[in-house]
Every structure is written in structure tokens, then in C-alpha cells.
């Protein structure tokens, strides 16, 4: 377990309604429990990840003003360089978590994009806001790393050729 605090300004309420994500009654992997200003609980292990996966976690807020979040987020991103076929790809994602399930408390359901590149990746932002107001904060949240493989491939044409015409 280690100490954390989290969140940002963005009232991201919407984009991702739980209604509408798989997150309720599921396991948490590889994902965890997020609790700002107290721990965070990590699950699962080192396991490939594809596009189109759903990644759950759970985000609790304490202290403050926790009570008056609307929406959080989540962004992964990697430092690794991508293979050559990939280098047109992104390396970094994210998704909403929408409304609070209860007070102080957000269910996650974040998917792995096609357009993704190889690599691993991990959590590096939270952020949490109101319609008024929020946070971001980044660092080490100590949930696992998400290895991605995208079978997903584009190599750019190395020469391009405009001519004018009449």
C-alpha cells in the first residue's frame, strides 16, 4: 500500500455513464482501489492487454470537498518507444469514470483503444472535478502496470509526391 492523493478540475461527468459500463459487481484487475489522501490498494498482475479490453478500477475521494464530485478520469501513458510498424499509433489513454456511485466513490471502466501502441503502460493522472471546479494530480497512484500488445500495425510511406495541376 502507499499514500496518495488524487484528482482533478473537469466536470467529465458523461463520459462514461456506469450505466452503460460493464464496472458494477466486477473483479478489479488489474486494477484497484484509489483512495486520495489515504491508500491505494493494487490487484491483479502483469497480464497482456489488447484494444477494445476494459481496465476497472475504483476511485474513492476523501477529506475536503469529496462530496460535491460530479466526475474523475484516468490517463495511462508509456515511455516505451514503439516498433517501427506503430510509430503512428498513441501512446497514451484515457476514459471517464462518470457519476459517483455513492458519495466519494467512482467505478472506472476505462477501454483500451485500437489506435493504441505496444507497450507498458501505467497510471500517471487522476483528475476530479465539479461543474465549478477540480484537481489533477500526478504520480505514483501504485496500481499495476498494464502491458499492452496491439496486433494493430501502420507504417508510414516514406516519400510523398504533390504535383500542381492545372
Known sequence: MKRSTIFNALAVAGLCTCALCPCFGQTMTPGGVITPGGTIQAGGGSVKRHPK???HYQVKFESGDAGKLTGASLHFQTKDS???NQEALRN???GG????VSPEVFQCAVTIPDDISNG???LFEVDAGTPIAGATYHQDFG???????NPNTFTKPSKV???EKP
Open 120 to 122: 507498458t503502460y501505467r
Open 143 to 149: 496500481v499495476p502496470e498494464i502491458l499492452i500488445e
Open 92 to 94: 497514451n489513454f484515457g
Open 82 to 84: 514503439p516498433p517501427a
Open 97 to 100: 469514470c462518470g457519476s459517483p
Open 161 to 163: 509526391t504533390v504535383t
Open 53 to 55: 479490453d476494459v481496465l
